[in-house]
């Protein structure tokens, strides 16, 4: 039987899955690739990316990609248990079992630092119900749909640990990432994804077209990464930021791309990162490249494309 081999370098040995898996992998890739074209968009307000670590001290663009690729097997390992399954209970848990081992080895790649671990669900829930939505013309809608259906069983085996979401919601009222699943994740399906591909076809560059993306969630997101970090403030600050950004024509206008550099400082004092978004950002460009049939996600080329004509 011939054979197609997994993208991870980072495997601990040699993995060649039947033809008949392929797809899973090319999902687990895609999402692998996703979380390092959003890490290296540059330039980012408050995140980490090729200037630096924005508002973090624990991370960096090597770390974020070393993180990418070391929680790729488990996503390929949620494609592969989730493929032509129904969403239930039992698939919920065997997600979130797998989801708890891609933490570990996150953190062991991290040495401890937390990079990826609202992508991991997100992205795990995305892979999943990809996987289950075979048909040729699946749209991302749907995709983002089956995945809501999944979030909704719960997890009867989930440590009752009290995290940083359950804190930020007790304060603020707002519900996060698993509220974003629950709702069929409208931040990639009603924003994310019609800002990227307006942008596009306007003629923006790839890397405007994605900043624009980011600063359009981050405007409408309640982004419990910043609220948890520096409360109301650094959301609002944050969504004022963004909307500047818009309203004088995005990232690709030389108003826009001055706006964005106050911003970026506004969040480097404020000692806040948009982590949330960057996510969110990351599940719209998997769902684009799976919606689009691609074989894998257009690499970054910030600094390397002649932005100031982008619009």
């Known amino acids: 039987m ?30 692998c690739q ?60 065997r997600l979130a079992l797998i989801g708890r081992e891609a933490e570990r080895a996150m953190f062991k790649a991290t040495k401890g630092s937390n990079s990826h671990k609202g992508a991991i669900w997100i992205l795990g829930l995305l892979v999943s119900a990809a996987a289950f939505e075979v048909s040729d013309e699946v749209e991302a809608s749907q995709i983002a749909a089956t995945a809501k259906e999944i979030a909704s069983f719960p997890d009867r085996a989930t440590p009752r640990l009290v995290s940083h979401g359950d804190i930020v919601t007790k304060k603020h009222g707002v519900t996060g990432a698993r509220g974003e699943a629950l709702r069929g994740f409208p931040h990639v399906v009603a924003v994310g994804l019609p800002t990227l591909r307006a942008r596009r076809a306007r003629g923006a560059t790839e890397s405007v077209a994605r900043l624009d993306t980011l600063l359009s969630i981050m405007s409408r997101l309640d982004d419990t990464c ?6 109301e ?74 932005q100031s004509g982008a619009d």
Request: proline fraction near 5%; hydrophobic fraction near 40%.
């Open 34 to 93: 996703s979380l390092i074209a959003e890490a290296e968009l540059t330039p980012k307000p408050g995140l980490v990316d090729r200037r630096g670590a924005g508002a973090h001290t624990d991370l960096s663009l090597s770390i974020m990609k070393l993180s990418a690729l070391a929680i790729e097997p488990y996503f390929r390992e949620m494609a592969f248990v989730s493929e032509g399954i129904r969403p239930s209970q039992a698939l919920r848990e």
């Open 233 to 306: 403030k650094a959301l609002a600050a944050t969504k004022e930021g963004a909307v500047a950004v818009e309203e004088v024509g995005g990232s690709g206008t030389a108003i826009g791309r001055q706006k964005l550099a106050q911003l970026d400082r506004r969040l480097l004092e404020l000692g806040v990162s948009p982590g949330g978004s960057g996510d969110l950002l990351a599940a719209t460009l998997f769902l684009d490249a799976v919606e689009q049939k691609q074989d894998e996600v257009q690499a970054d080329q910030s600094g390397l494309e002649n």
């Open 2 to 31: 011939r054979t197609a081999h997994s993208s991870n370098p980072m495997g601990s040995a040699p993995w060649c899955p039947s033809l008949d898996q392929a797809a899973g992998v090319r999902l687990a890739y895609l999402a």
């Open 226 to 231: 910043l609220l948890y970090r520096g409360g």
